[in-house]
């Protein structure tokens, strides 16, 4: 894990979906979320990628590519491995993470890694601390704040306590509200908070169509959802927000034409939400468009080739890449920041 390092540079990474692996073992495979933690400078991220160094699976069985998970530091000083975390192993379904975006310094509160097991999928707990780089065992964290029926495509942390996925494939948004404390998951599923599920297949107000990724402003959820070509605004019980067009819609209509891929939110409620055209093969294919809090369309950057966002309060977008980290020794995706600009610095 030794040797990452943040590289300056103007010129965004261009590689996209159609460097996935497409059946090779030597290649990212999937992209499944990036997360950020402001007051720790951590980012976590989930993917699958082939090239792992002869690693098994977490269960002693074979493949020929793996979910994994990895956390890295975002500050430039001492670098991405300053407090690093990832597995020694990997897994057959996709993992989750999500941290506290404006949690405590000392890398307490609300930061989880999703666990796959035979028995669900545990919300798990984690600690970021600054130090040495460490391998991280998922199965000797005992505590657990929840258990998922199935893997989610996308989470987020809900004030007043709750932890809400989308799952693209049922089109259901689950919903977990957190207990005060971790309970021992030996004891589960009595002891284990359990998910709500909530909608389902539709395109009237309150169901989803192909949920992608979900966000959180305050206590409002938003659903990006590629079936119906919007963002749906949601309560933690399923009911629709006006949140958009001066209160009197819970909907933002989006390009019907784009694929849709991930959606954040700053802290006064601007969106922005990554997709791409025609085929997605091009890095100019692809979009970044931010969205007033109202809901109407502001600006667009073109060639953010990505899969994932994450915003942090300050407005700097994070992206996980279809670039694989190059010179690392087993394959992995390559992180970017891209830094706001104000009209001034706007080029004529």
């Known amino acids: 894990m030794q040797g990452r390092q943040w590289a300056a540079s103007s010129t965004p990474p261009t590689a996209t979906r159609a460097a996935l692996c497409g059946g090779r073992d030597d290649a990212l ?9 402001q007051r720790t400078g951590m980012a976590g991220y989930s993917y699958d990628a082939g090239g792992q160094g002869g690693q098994l699976r977490c269960d002693g069985t074979p493949a ?21 975390l990832a597995l020694d192993c990997g897994f057959a379904s996709p993992l989750g993470v999500v941290y506290e975006r ?11 890694v999703i666990q796959p097991t ?3 999928f545990f919300v798990l707990p984690l600690t970021l601390a600054p130090g040495d780089p460490a391998t991280l065992q998922l199965n000797l964290i005992q505590e657990s704040f929840g258990q998922f029926a199935q893997a989610l495509d996308s989470l987020a942390l809900v004030s007043g306590g709750y932890l809400v996925g989308v799952n693209r494939t049922n089109h259901k948004m689950e919903i977990l509200q957190l207990p005060e404390a971790a309970v021992d998951r030996v004891n589960a599923p009595e002891a284990v908070p359990f998910n709500v599920s909530k909608s389902g297949q539709g395109s009237r107000i309150g169901l ?4 992608v990724a979900v966000t959180a402003f305050r206590s409002t959820v938003l659903i990006l959802e590629d079936g119906n070509k919007r963002i749906q605004a949601l309560d ?20 019907s034409s784009a694929t849709y891929l991930d959606i954040g939110v700053e802290a006064t409620g601007f969106m922005y939400v990554l997709s791409f ?31 994932n966002i994450a915003v942090d309060t300050l407005r700097n977008v994070y992206t996980l890449n279809y670039e694989a980290l190059a010179g690392a020794p087993l394959i992995e995706p390559s992180l ?11 080029p004529s």
């Open 29 to 37: 495979c999937a992209l499944n979320g990036i997360t950020i933690s």
């Open 64 to 84: 020929a590519a793996l979910q994994k998970f990895q956390s890295v530091f975002l500050g430039r000083d001492l670098g991405p491995d300053n407090g690093a």
């Open 118 to 120: 035979p028995a669900g």
């Open 236 to 255: 933690v019980h399923g009911n629709p927000v006006n949140q958009f067009q001066n209160g009197t819609s819970s909907i933002v209509t989006l390009d």
């Open 102 to 112: 404006l949690g405590p310094a000392d890398g307490s509160g609300h930061n989880f």
């Open 277 to 307: 055209v025609n085929n997605g093969l091009n890095a100019d294919d692809y979009r970044l468009d931010i969205y007033t809090p109202a809901g109407s369309f502001l600006t667009r950057t073109v060639g953010v080739a990505a899969a």
């Open 336 to 346: 970017s920041q891209w830094e706001p600009v104000t009209p001034g610095q706007c």
């Open 208 to 211: 989803l169509d192909s949920p």
